[in-house]
């Protein structure tokens, strides 16, 4: 079975996440073993009962150990199974230590806090990996550690260790819950990142909000769908160098995106210099056709703009526009490894036909009769434009003539 892409970053994170672990785990071997060592030794006093030999040995044991896991996980392929492993061994190499070393303190009931301490700390090493099997595993062994050095150390069965297991539990629960909401976040942070490079913010906030679903699949529904091209770009393209086309290019898409989301327009997909943008997906509004108007009229605007910035004024770069309202196909069009939000069908099909119609008109927006009935009545010259009637037309691939109208920039 495939994985997703948030899958594979989770697991190359979860690598990574053994690797500074296992390092972690060495450093702390080595240190305490320099310690031991010295100690043992004379050099230096730093407990209350000196290092032995058996201190020593437990020491070197492991060190090695530490020793053997950074080095798989760094020198071979890295396999989930492992963090079972180590944490396992984490889990029987500290509770050794506690029942063998003569330098941890045992009495007046210190081994309970002992216990619980250093449940707590492997614990919070485990959370590293950001894996909730490891984290339940990791959990599940706390619990079994805990019991088992304070039953077998502790003396006898005292009334606080109750409480301390509820606590225990407790914190357990706590970085659980944790290691769950990183995962989520993680997944949400993949799936905006990728919704925001052709949703506007506040829509990308409506579908986390209505809890909308990127799976495959799709629905019927009315739509205004605006087609932008700029005429004779391949011309321009020739008379310059590539980095300029593309300076141009990247100008000119960012210029008309801010535009786009400006009145809630979602693009569909970038053709070249082309743009697809729909209006009423993912949500549907009773000023979905005016907005799409609107925003035609911004994007001449600010390619007027454009091209006084980027001294084009002799080329006078222009673009046409078309925009048609009817119904589509709306939804994630693709593979359960590759989506596309996107609109299929006749009515969208019909909208390119009609931007193609700008270059025989000589204009630069021609809409629809449907989306001037959607409009009508609902602008005044103030929103900066007009509306006039040009033609009854055929367009290829129809056999019924439709009403095209010209929106004027005043």
Same mark, same amino acid.
């Given at each position: 079975?495939?994985?997703?892409?948030?899958?594979?970053?989770?697991?190359?994170?979860?690598?990574?996440?053994?690797?500074?672990?296992?390092?972690?785990?060495?450093?702390?071997?080595?240190?305490?073993?320099?310690?031991?060592?010295?100690?043992?030794?004379?050099?230096?006093?730093?407990?209350?009962?000196?290092?032995?030999?058996?201190?020593?040995? +437990?020491? $070197?044991?492991?060190? #090695?150990?530490? !020793? *053997?896991? =950074?080095?798989?996980?760094?020198? @071979?392929?890295?396999? &989930?199974?492992?963090?079972?492993?180590?944490?396992?061994?984490?889990?029987?190499?500290?509770?050794?230590?506690?029942?063998?070393?003569?330098?941890?303190?045992?009495?007046?009931?210190?081994?309970?806090?002992?216990?619980?301490?250093?449940?707590?700390?492997?614990?919070?090493?485990?959370?590293?990996?950001?894996?909730?099997?490891?984290?339940?595993?990791?959990?599940? +062994?706390? $619990?079994?550690?805990? #019991?088992?050095? !304070? *039953?077998? =150390?502790?003396?006898?069965?005292? @009334?606080?260790?109750? &409480?301390?297991?509820?606590?225990?539990?407790?914190?357990?629960?706590?970085?659980?819950?944790?290691?769950?909401?990183?995962?989520?976040?993680?997944?949400?942070?993949?799936?905006?990142?990728?919704?925001?490079?052709?949703?506007?913010?506040?829509?990308?906030?409506?579908?986390?909000?209505?809890?909308?679903?990127?799976?495959?699949?799709?629905?019927?529904?009315?739509?205004?769908?605006?087609?932008?091209?700029?005429?004779?770009?391949?011309?321009?393209?020739?008379?310059?160098?590539?980095?300029?086309?593309?300076?141009?290019?990247?100008?000119?898409?960012?210029?008309?995106?801010?535009?786009?989301?400006?009145?809630?327009?979602?693009?569909?997909?970038?053709?070249?210099?082309?743009?697809?943008?729909?209006?009423?997906?993912?949500?549907?509004?009773?000023?979905?056709?005016?907005?799409?108007?609107?925003?035609?009229?911004?994007?001449?605007?600010?390619?007027?703009?454009?091209?006084?910035?980027?001294?084009?004024?002799?080329?006078?770069?222009?673009?046409?526009?078309?925009?048609?309202?009817?119904?589509?196909?709306?939804?994630?069009?693709?593979?359960?490894?590759?989506?596309?939000?996107?609109?299929?069908?006749?009515?969208?099909?019909?909208?390119?036909?009609?931007?193609?119609?700008?270059?025989?008109?000589?204009?630069?927006?021609?809409?629809?009769?449907?989306?001037?009935?959607?409009?009508?009545?609902?602008?005044?010259?103030?929103?900066?434009?007009?509306?006039?009637?040009?033609?009854?037309?055929?367009?290829?691939?129809?056999?019924?003539?439709?009403?095209?109208?010209?929106?004027?920039?005043?």
């Amino acid at each position: 079975m495939k994985q997703s892409l948030v899958e594979e970053i989770l697991i190359s994170r979860e690598m990574k996440n053994e690797k500074t672990v296992a390092l972690v785990r060495f450093v702390l071997f080595s240190l305490t073993s320099s310690m031991d060592f010295l100690s043992y030794f004379g050099l230096i006093s730093y407990t209350i009962v000196t290092p032995s030999f058996i201190t020593l040995t +437990l020491d $070197f044991i492991f060190l #090695l150990f530490a !020793s *053997i896991v =950074l080095f798989i996980v760094n020198f @071979f392929p890295y396999q &989930p199974y492992l963090k079972f492993f180590t944490i396992t061994l984490d889990y029987f190499i500290i509770g050794l230590m506690i029942f063998l070393d003569p330098t941890i303190q045992k009495e007046n009931g210190l081994i309970y806090f002992i216990a619980m301490t250093s449940a707590i700390f492997i614990y919070q090493f485990n959370l590293l990996r950001h894996s909730k099997a490891g984290t339940i595993y990791g959990a599940f +062994l706390a $619990f079994v550690y805990f #019991l088992v050095i !304070s *039953i077998g =150390l502790g003396e006898g069965y005292p @009334f606080d260790i109750v &409480p301390m297991m509820i606590g225990l539990g407790m914190i357990l629960g706590v970085g659980y819950v944790t290691t769950v909401s990183n995962i989520e976040m993680v997944k949400e942070a993949n799936a905006k990142q990728m919704m925001e490079r052709y949703l506007p913010s506040q829509l990308v906030s409506e579908f986390y909000k209505n809890k909308v679903q990127l799976e495959p699949g799709g629905e019927n529904k009315e739509v205004t769908i605006l087609f932008s091209d700029i005429r004779s770009f391949t011309k321009f393209s020739e008379l310059r160098s590539a980095e300029e086309v593309v300076q141009f290019l990247n100008e000119y898409l960012s210029r008309m995106t801010d535009v786009i989301f400006k009145f809630n327009g979602t693009i569909d997909k970038f053709i070249g210099d082309a743009i697809m943008t729909v209006f009423g997906a993912p949500f549907k509004n009773d000023d979905d056709a005016l907005r799409a108007v609107k925003t035609a009229v911004e994007m001449i605007r600010e390619l007027s703009k454009l091209n006084q910035k980027m001294d084009l004024t002799k080329d006078n770069l222009q673009v046409g526009i078309g925009i048609h309202t009817g119904d589509a196909i709306v939804g994630n069009i693709g593979s359960d490894r590759r989506l596309d939000y996107t609109v299929i069908g006749d009515n969208v099909n019909l909208a390119s036909r009609i931007e193609g119609l700008t270059k025989h008109y000589g204009c630069s927006i021609l809409i629809s009769e449907t989306t001037f009935g959607q409009i009508e009545g609902k602008y005044t010259s103030q929103d900066g434009f007009e509306v006039r009637e040009i033609d009854r037309v055929i367009v290829k691939g129809k056999s019924k003539a439709i009403l095209v109208y010209e929106v004027v920039v005043l």
